[in-house]
């Protein structure tokens, strides 16, 4: 079973060279620490940034340079700062290739959930809603259960929907899924888990085809 630094680890895998990426608050923001070495990668936050690197040392913060979720970060040379407004007009205009947003719920048919719970008071939306609209190629970072045990990867998400039929592949705790138009398609175990407990651990439909790896990070 993965932890949310394991997680992140696998979901840096499918970054590749040359793309543009947008990581969403909570785990997301953890894949700019493992994406190889070897490749170039532009990372882009809603707030205005171009050219993220990984977290700052403990002490070398910078309380100016932040991400969409109010942490401290690096930038690599070259990096850039704008106003919002530009921001969205690259996710709006397509030019970020993979956006990886953590979940509460996600559906068979990858919908998400990520934005409001019912009751509980939040202060905006944030950029969620353009990203899972605009973006071609959603990751998502997400535990497979809640605290109770209950399933995060359902039929039909009972949350306030963020967007509809838009993510195409989920790493949790316990697997890689691809979102098919069959439902979620079981592709990787993490490293311990068996494909028995990824199944009483998913309420949607769940597809299990062969031998299920397990996951290398």
Known sequence: MLDKIGIAKRIAKEVKDGYYVNLGIGIPTLVAN???????????????????????????????????????????????????????????????????????????????????????????????????????????????????GESKLLKQCSLPLTGVGCVKKIVSNLAVIEVTDKGFKLLERAPGVQVEDIIKATEGTLIVEGDIPEMIL
């Open 34 to 148: 493992y994406v190889r070495d070897d490749i170039q990668v532009e990372f882009q936050s809603e707030n205005g940034v171009l050219g993220m690197g990984p977290f700052p040392y403990e002490g070398e913060e910078d309380a100016d340079l932040i991400n969409a979720g109010k942490q401290t970060i690096t930038t690599l040379p070259g990096a850039s700062f704008f106003d919002s407004s530009l921001s969205f007009s690259m996710i709006r205009g397509k030019h970020v290739h993979l956006t990886i947003l953590g979940a509460m719920e996600v559906s068979e048919k990858g919908d998400i959930a990520n934005w409001k719970i019912p009751g509980k008071m939040v202060k905006g939306m944030g950029g969620a809603m353009d990203l899972v609209a605009s973006a071609e190629n959603i990751i998502v970072a997400m535990m497979h259960t809640n605290k109770e």
